[in-house]
């Protein structure tokens, strides 16, 4: 379960980047986040991932008090969490392999683990052929989906994504959120801010609307 | 987190990294090699400095003269207790014949002792002494104490080089200990450089692999082997280059010991001195990478 109970966000000698946000994403299920650029999504993301700090309210995660969390506990607490980004975040100097095997290493993972478990989440996203690659070579999805299986080899709690079609065309866009739904549909809770609002219709998912940092007509679906 | 294989990754991830940019590698091991090896080569040419100066126990003689009414005995336990006593090289009693002839033969007075009709010198006892072996004060209470020995009436000694050689000694020591604490400063600083452009160079790889939740040990942990890996080869190293100039130097020294008639080798590096210059190297450059990724870190991660 993520909540966020009155949160607000806001930097030294700026406006309000998050105002009094109160939202609820209950364990398992999958949301959309909307809103135009500027309204807050990535900040609440980089919350989500402890990234920045709460100026002032609760956020709530799988029971964890994110909000006041000590700094040593961070780490582990990232390690419950699979993150996705629009620019992908690979290693250019590492193959396909070691981007995704990067998300177990810091785990303390065994060197044959890591080879079935990546060799897994890379089949999952279909690039099973394409482990000895490196990142230059493929085209901007499969780059997206390195990222993505890098995100979910180590089956996190929870996954979130920051704008992941972004610089991805419609087709490729939609194969994309398909493989977060499938991860949906094994019991990860998933949180993607998109504003590719053709998406978002098809999809039918729950949505939190953000508008100048406030959250506005959240759409309550069943996925 | 801290089981083995993490640490053998990051291990093998350090000397990866450094063997990406051998040139870079070794420039950085030979800096570090260079300052290591002045400080460790002047104390070693303290050593064996030293080493010379002890050899020169001719300098600090001590005379005992005995006394007139001195038993036998008294000689005896006198002469025990002074090849007993710290420091001392040589004992050598000089008779009063013995001395009478030396006299005569160095001072040309014959003639004038003949009318004295007796044999006025006395028997004395010849103390050679390692000028370095206690400090100028130990040294005069030892030969205080001798002086007040049953069948002793008196000593003679020139104590004062000792003090004045020992005070330059001391002076080499302590400015070589302060050349070696900025080199050391040196040697931190050229790693923590170094190590602050891999982590510029890295800094995508850090940024990543703390979003995905790795630790600060984690992150840090391949610098650190990086800096203890060029540290202990620089150790290393510094060790051939004290050796290899010593080499050097020991055939003109041998030359210059010949015209003086007599022979000196010169001390290099022990065993267990290497090896704790190697491991003081290794400390060095563990301490100058993990400052400069310690402040990196602290700047940077959350």
Same mark, same amino acid.
């Given at each position: 379960?993520?909540?966020?109970?009155?949160?607000?966000?806001?930097?030294p000698?700026?406006?309000?980047v998050?105002?009094?946000?109160n939202?609820?994403?209950?364990?398992?299920?999958?949301?959309?986040?909307?809103?135009?650029s500027?309204? &807050?999504?990535?900040?609440?993301?980089?919350?989500?991932?402890?990234?920045?700090?709460?100026?002032?309210g609760?956020l709530?995660?799988?029971?964890?008090d994110?909000?006041?969390?000590?700094?040593?506990? /961070?780490?582990?607490?990232?390690?419950r969490?699979?993150?996705?980004?629009?620019?992908?975040?690979?290693?250019?100097?590492?193959?396909?392999?070691?981007?995704?095997?990067?998300?177990?290493?810091?785990?303390?993972?065994?060197g044959?683990? /890591?080879?079935?478990?990546?060799?897994?989440?890379?089949?999952?996203?279909?690039? &099973?052929?394409?482990i000895h690659?490196?990142?230059? %070579?493929?085209?901007?999805? $499969?780059?997206?989906?390195?990222? /993505?299986?890098?995100?979910?080899?180590?089956?996190?709690?929870?996954?979130?994504?920051?704008?992941?079609?972004?610089?991805?065309?419609?087709s490729?866009?939609? $194969?994309?959120?398909?493989?977060?739904?499938?991860?949906?549909?094994?019991? %990860?809770?998933?949180?993607?801010?998109?504003?590719?609002?053709?998406?978002?219709?098809?999809? &039918?998912?729950?949505?939190?609307?953000?508008?100048?940092?406030m959250?506005?007509?959240?759409?309550?679906?069943?996925? | 987190?801290?089981?083995?294989?993490?640490?053998?990754?990051?291990?093998?991830?350090?000397?990866?990294?450094?063997?990406? #940019?051998?040139?870079?590698?070794?420039?950085?091991?030979?800096?570090?090699?260079?300052?290591?090896?002045?400080?460790?080569?002047?104390?070693?040419?303290?050593?064996?400095? #030293?080493?010379?100066?002890?050899?020169?126990r001719?300098?600090?003689?001590i005379?005992?003269?005995?006394?007139?009414?001195?038993?036998?005995?008294?000689?005896?336990?006198?002469?025990k207790?002074?090849?007993?006593?710290?420091?001392?090289?040589?004992v050598?009693? @000089?008779?009063?014949?013995?001395?009478?002839?030396?006299?005569?033969?160095?001072?040309?007075?014959?003639?004038a002792?003949?009318?004295?009709?007796?044999n006025?010198?006395p028997?004395?006892f010849?103390?050679?002494l390692?000028?370095?072996?206690?400090?100028?004060?130990?040294? #005069?209470?030892q @030969?205080q104490?001798?002086?007040r020995?049953?069948?002793?009436?008196?000593?003679?000694?020139?104590?004062?080089?000792?003090?004045?050689?020992?005070?330059?000694?001391?002076?080499?020591?302590?400015?070589?200990?302060?050349?070696?604490?900025?080199?050391?400063?040196?040697?931190?600083? @050229?790693?923590?450089?170094?190590?602050?452009?891999?982590?510029?160079?890295?800094?995508?790889?850090?940024?990543?692999?703390?979003?995905?939740?790795?630790?600060?040990?984690?992150?840090?942990?391949?610098?650190?082997?990086?800096?203890l890996?060029?540290?202990?080869?620089?150790?290393?190293?510094?060790?051939?280059?004290?050796?290899?100039t010593?080499?050097?130097?020991?055939?003109p020294?041998?030359?210059?010991?010949?015209?003086?008639?007599?022979?000196? #080798?010169?001390?290099?590096?022990t065993?267990?001195?290497?090896?704790?210059?190697?491991?003081?190297?290794?400390?060095?450059?563990?301490?100058g990478?993990?400052?400069?990724v310690?402040?990196h870190?602290?700047h940077t991660?959350?």
């Open positions: 379960m993520i909540e966020f109970i009155n949160v607000t966000k806001h930097y000698g700026r406006h309000h998050l105002r009094e946000l939202l609820k994403l209950p364990t398992g299920q999958m949301a959309l986040l909307t809103g135009p500027g309204a &807050g999504k990535s900040t609440l993301l980089k919350l989500l991932l402890r990234l920045e700090d709460v100026s002032h609760t709530m995660v799988n029971g964890v994110v909000s006041t969390l000590k700094k040593r506990h /961070i780490p582990a607490y990232r390690r969490i699979g993150v996705v980004f629009q620019d992908h975040k690979l290693l250019m100097d590492r193959d396909v392999f070691n981007n995704v095997a990067l998300t177990l290493q810091v785990s303390g993972v065994s044959k683990q /890591i080879q079935s478990r990546v060799r897994a989440a890379l089949e999952k996203v279909g690039l &099973g052929n394409r690659n490196l990142p230059a %070579t493929l085209s901007g999805g $499969e780059q997206q989906r390195v990222g /993505i299986a890098r995100a979910i080899v180590h089956t996190p709690e929870i996954l979130l994504a920051d704008e992941p079609t972004g610089n991805l065309d419609g490729l866009s939609t $194969e994309i959120l398909d493989l977060f739904r499938d991860f949906h549909q094994h019991g %990860t809770t998933v949180l993607v801010a998109t504003h590719d609002q053709s998406q978002v219709e098809r999809l &039918g998912l729950p949505v939190f609307h953000l508008e100048q940092g959250l506005q007509n959240s759409k309550e679906k069943s996925a | 987190m801290s089981a083995l294989h993490i640490r053998r990754e990051a291990a093998q991830n350090a000397l990866n990294t450094l063997l990406k #940019q051998p040139l870079a590698t070794l420039m950085t091991i030979f800096a570090l090699a260079i300052v290591l090896a002045l400080p460790v080569g002047l104390f070693a040419a303290l050593n064996n400095l #030293q080493q010379l100066l002890g050899q020169w001719d300098q600090a003689q005379s005992l003269f005995i006394h007139q009414d001195a038993t036998e005995q008294d000689i005896q336990q006198l002469q207790q002074l090849q007993g006593s710290t420091g001392v090289v040589n050598r009693y @000089v008779g009063k014949e013995a001395a009478l002839k030396t006299f005569e033969k160095n001072a040309g007075m014959t003639a002792i003949k009318i004295l009709g007796e006025p010198l028997a004395s010849i103390v050679e390692n000028p370095l072996s206690e400090s100028p004060a130990a040294l #005069q209470a @030969v104490k001798w002086a020995q049953p069948g002793v009436a008196s000593a003679q000694s020139d104590l004062h080089w000792v003090a004045r050689l020992q005070a330059i000694l001391a002076l080499g020591k302590r400015a070589v200990w302060i050349l070696a604490i900025m080199l050391a400063v040196g040697a931190i600083l @050229v790693m923590g450089n170094t190590i602050r452009l891999h982590i510029a160079q890295r800094r995508d790889e850090i940024d990543i692999a703390s979003l995905v939740g790795a630790t600060r040990a984690f992150i840090r942990r391949p610098f650190l082997y990086q800096g890996i060029q540290g202990a080869i620089a150790g290393i190293l510094a060790w051939i280059i004290i050796a290899i010593i080499a050097i130097l020991q055939g020294v041998d030359r210059l010991a010949t015209l003086y008639g007599t022979r000196f #080798q010169l001390l290099g590096l065993g267990l001195e290497g090896l704790i210059l190697i491991i003081i190297s290794a400390i060095l450059g563990w301490l990478s993990r400052l400069a310690g402040q870190l602290d991660f959350s």
